[in-house]
């Protein structure tokens, strides 16, 4: 039927209308909120993150107290950043799998404070002395010189994983890309008795440079060359295809894509192609342009939930962005 039999804006005649129709919705339950912690800082002194408007790096105690408030706010999960001493770092990142590391510490009184959801990050860059997500080695045929190990970084990201779980998250997420981190994961923890701590694999990650306010936050940007070797191409697409099929295999028990919005592409395959919970990291370079545009007066507030529902619209089935607090006011 045309016009004007048909009038697609009968659909749109006013709000009351638009919400019975309305194909795709965001919930609290969707998002994830990234919280940073840093070792340094004393109680009452959250620093503020030049390179995101409105964004801190907390105390041990205030982040807990934060992440009460955002629970109370109906938040449900929550996924912890460290940012270790910087005289703790070393060239295998062991600051990164102390017990009493500031990750390990934080989820304890998480666990016993709040009923959120705890997922840790679980990569090197934030404890290496050369800011790279794995183990390095002098090698010629490289791009800078030196190549990051693949597998002998799989048994330090190992003992960060189990060293997350012993301190009670939840799910583990290795952001690192190298080949057969799962199945390292999942290995040391069930054989560690872990076998219910899940796997939220950074399947599909891209080297972005919508990464960068994020480096700045958690002082964790390589002193040298650039992650290519490890991330993958922004080219690439059914690359991403085989990433997650080969998490799948080695046992993830969620997916992500990230960056999310330069990325909506990817994210509509893997919804499409896979079963698992799909996540996506609206990660901190989305976040910073939005937040500038609006700070400038170029964009209006309203910019920011209709990017959230685009990448929900996309697949997403959970969203990881520093716009939760903001979303969580506006749900
Ligand atoms: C560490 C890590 C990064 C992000 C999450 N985990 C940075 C990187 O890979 O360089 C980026 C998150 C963001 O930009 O919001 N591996
Ligand atoms: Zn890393």
């Known amino acids: 039927m045309n016009f004007p039999i048909t009038r697609m804006r009968r659909y749109r005649k006013n709000s009351k ?148 779980a012993e301190a009670g998250a939840d799910i583990v997420a290795p952001s690192d890309m190298m080949d057969g981190r799962i199945q390292a994961l999942r290995e040391i923890l069930d054989e560690n008795g872990y076998y219910n701590t899940m796997i939220m694999s950074y399947s599909v990650k891209f080297a972005s440079s919508f990464y960068y306010p994020f480096r700045e936050a958690a002082c964790s940007s390589p002193s040298a060359g650039n992650r290519k070797s490890y991330q993958m191409d922004p080219a690439n697409a059914l690359e991403a295809i085989r990433e997650a099929e080969l998490d799948i295999i080695e046992g993830a028990d969620f997916l992500m894509v990230k960056p999310a919005l330069p990325y909506l592409d990817i994210i509509k395959t893997i919804k499409d192609e896979f079963t698992l919970p799909l996540v996506t990291y609206n990660v901190s370079g989305e976040y910073s342009m939005i937040m500038a545009a609006i700070e400038n007066g170029y964009l209006s507030e309203e910019a920011i939930m209709e990017s959230l529902l685009s990448i929900k619209r996309a697949g997403a089935d959970l969203i990881i962005t520093n716009f939760a607090p903001y979303a969580l006011d506006h749900l």
Request: charge should be negative.
């Open 17 to 164: 209308i638009r919400d019975i129709v309305r194909e795709t919705k965001l919930n609290k339950e969707d998002l994830i909120y990234p919280i940073f912690v840093k070792e340094d800082l004393k109680d009452g002194e959250k620093e503020a993150i030049s390179t995101m408007p409105g964004e801190f790096r907390y105390s041990l105690n205030d982040c807990v107290e934060y992440a009460k408030e955002l629970e109370a706010k109906g938040l449900k999960s929550i996924i912890v950043f460290g940012i270790p001493s910087a005289e703790k770092k070393d060239e295998i990142g062991s600051p990164a799998f102390a017990s009493t590391g500031i990750v390990q510490r934080t989820v304890r009184k998480l666990k016993e404070e709040t009923d959120l959801v705890i997922i840790t990050d679980v990569c090197l860059c934030q404890y290496t002395s050369h800011g790279h997500c794995g183990l390095i080695e002098k090698n010629d045929d490289t791009d800078f010189g030196f190549e990051i190990l693949n597998d002998e970084s799989l048994e330090y990201l190992a003992k960060v994983a189990l060293s997350h």
